[in-house]
């Protein structure tokens, strides 16, 4: 062990404290000097994944396993990679295997990664000044995706890192930054410091979709609502204030790419966690509200395949057992997520007898189903009183244009009063607007997509966010 190392500072990274070893230490080069100390052949020391860890060990006289887990950011990438990948990740840099780790991970593939620049907080560099005489990088700070120290709530700067070179975070003026941000990256750091909490991957879909399906964000036969998600996803990366790369690359793959639905689909394969953080972020607003759904949520929801495998995927037996159970052509349709007329297909091919209510309608039969769609009255119990097949009474409705825009408004009328009258009844029940949130998620989305204005003028005032974090400390 070497006699001048310095103790690391709280939350400092492995490349911090190298750096300040060679200051302390005052080596003549960092390259020849320290570098070569650690094994290191004139290659830039990675900050993230260090592949002189072993050597690093040895002249620090931390433990391995110390620098491991308490000074790099392996347990950002915990909860959401397999219990294989995490232990490859672990041994890898126990044994200064790093070169491939990024590719197991999947984290080249997905192009969202530490090492293009080191960031650190303004306010923070100045206190530790003041405090320490001297500055560090922090590992939370360079977390992917992590923009707005959570001390201070201010974006954090960047430096390029292009050379092998020691860099210490220098001092400057801070900018602030809005609230989208800094409840952002709390979440980040929130789900860093939960080390030891590892998901079943399965399971983690499940919990995706149960609240998708609070947010009315799924079909009735159990499929995301991709384009919606997509939109909510874009709006929610639209009011971030600061856009590092990945958050450009996000949103470019959130448009144009197969984010989000490559979590559902491609589930077997490892997925930056910020891919992860984001879509719980956008859907349950903090890592706390997640964890507390991810614990209660059982598996309910039907596994969704994917779109190529459709054709494997429906359960035509148990369509078939619908009909014969006397359930109409459409509810069976839906229920196993096929067309009506696939299935009636289907169904003829087995001989087995489809529900033939009379699809034509004569004219006075006509007049009394468009007194009924007029004034909003659903389809199916249209049909039902009437006993005529549902494609029957759609057909009607299909003549007169403006009678469907008239009822999408009474459906529409309809629903916000419900939400509305929702969330009247229990408002004084909440003190803020996040436990609203939080126990009406299915209304509050609702009337945040649609009816915004009345939504923020029936909560209560928002909670300034000096006063929010105060509270939480405490
Ligand atoms: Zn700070």
Not at 75 to 81: L, T
Not at 102 to 123: D, I
Not at 136 to 145: A, E, F, S
Request: proline letters at 4%.
């Amino acid at each position: 062990m070497h006699p001048l190392f310095p103790k690391p500072m709280p939350d400092e990274t492995v490349f911090s404290l190298l750096c300040r070893f060679h200051l302390l230490s005052a080596q003549g080069s960092f390259k020849a000097n320290t570098l070569k100390m650690m094994g290191m052949n004139a290659s830039r020391p990675s900050n993230e994944l260090p592949s002189f860890l072993p050597a690093f060990s040895k002249v620090s006289g931390i433990s391995i396993n110390q620098l491991i887990h308490k000074l790099t950011s392996v347990h950002y990438y915990e909860p959401f990679v397999s219990k294989t990948s995490f232990q490859a990740l672990v041994s890898g840099l126990a044994n200064g295997n790093t070169s491939s780790l990024q590719s197991k991970l999947g984290m080249v593939a997905n192009r969202m990664m530490q090492g293009q620049s080191l960031r650190f907080c303004p306010q923070c560099a100045t206190e530790d000044i003041e405090k320490y005489g001297i500055t560090y990088w922090r590992i939370t700070h360079q977390l992917v995706g992590a923009t707005v120290c959570s001390e201070h709530h201010c974006q954090l700067d960047g430096v390029p890192r292009k050379s092998v070179k020691v860099m210490l975070p220098s001092q400057c003026s801070q900018v602030e930054c809005n609230d989208v941000d800094c409840d952002l990256t709390q979440l980040i750091f929130d789900e860093f410091h939960d080390s030891g909490f590892s998901y079943c991957l399965n399971k983690l879909r499940s919990c995706y979709e149960q609240q998708l399906n609070l947010l009315g964000l799924l079909t009735a036969s159990g499929r995301i609502r991709q384009k919606l998600l997509k939109s909510l996803l874009s709006d929610r990366l639209s009011q971030l204030t600061v856009t590092s790369k990945s958050y450009r690359l996000l949103s470019s793959e959130c448009r144009h790419g197969r984010y989000p639905e490559c979590l559902f689909y491609l589930e077997h394969c490892n997925h930056q966690p910020l891919k992860h953080l984001f879509l719980i972020f956008s859907l349950f607003g903090s890592w706390r509200a997640f964890k507390g759904s991810f614990k209660s949520s059982n598996k309910v929801c039907k596994p969704v395949e994917p779109s190529t495998n459709i054709e494997n995927a429906i359960e035509w037996g148990t369509g078939f057992d619908l009909l014969n159970e006397g359930q109409s052509l459409r509810q069976a349709a839906t229920a196993i997520g096929t067309t009506v007329s696939t299935l009636k297909i289907k169904a003829q091919q087995k001989g087995i007898p489809v529900d033939t209510r009379p699809s034509k309608v004569f004219e006075d039969t006509q007049r009394t189903i468009w007194r009924k769609l007029f004034i909003g009255t659903d389809c199916k119990k249209i049909a039902l009183t009437m006993t005529l097949s549902v494609g029957a009474v759609e057909k009607v409705l299909s003549r007169y244009p403006e009678l469907v825009r008239l009822r999408k408004k009474i459906r529409y009328f309809n629903k916000r009063q419900q939400h509305r009258q929702n969330l009247t009844n229990l408002l004084h029940k909440f003190k803020t607007r996040n436990e609203i949130k939080t126990a009406l998620s299915g209304s509050y989305m609702w009337l945040y997509k649609h009816d915004k204005k009345w939504l923020y003028e029936s909560l209560p005032e928002a909670i300034p966010r000096q006063q929010r974090y105060s509270r939480k400390e405490k």
